[in-house]
């Protein structure tokens, strides 16, 4: 079993920044590629951006790419989520997941999730 515990979550201006965090516990970190998710109210959950095992190969939406970047610390069994001038459709809540495949946008292929963290952004 992965525990996965975000965190950083909170609300900020629109074309502020905001860097939500999570933190991994169970297994080995750095066997797992890593995801984040959202889900606004009354929509479906969706893929945000994903990094492999290693943190080279990185994925990202079109709705956030050029804003927001993914990384990890494997030595902190610690994956972020570094969100720049966001914008009020951001506002969702935030969750991370762990996969042992590739790097997918695929929900379906993650076995484990956190909790989720808010964001909130303010017009």
């Known amino acids: 079993q992965v525990q996965l515990v975000e965190s950083g979550g909170g609300l900020v201006q629109t074309g502020g920044s905001l860097r939500p965090s999570c933190v991994a516990s169970?297994?080995?970190?750095?066997?797992?590629?890593m995801g984040w998710f959202r889900q606004a109210p009354g929509k479906e959950r969706e893929f945000v951006a994903a990094i492999s095992k290693n943190g080279y190969i990185t994925n990202y939406a079109d709705s956030v790419k050029g804003r927001f970047t993914i990384s990890r610390d494997n030595a902190k069994s610690t994956v972020y989520l570094q969100m720049n001038s966001v914008k009020p459709e951001d506002t969702a809540v935030y969750y991370c997941?762990?996969?042992?495949?590739?790097?997918?946008?695929?929900?379906?292929?993650?076995?484990?999730w956190g909790q989720g963290t808010q964001v909130t952004v303010s017009s």
């Open positions: 169970g297994r080995t970190f750095s066997n797992y590629a």
């Open positions: 997941a762990a996969n042992r495949g590739l790097t997918t946008r695929r929900s379906n292929d993650y076995d484990y």
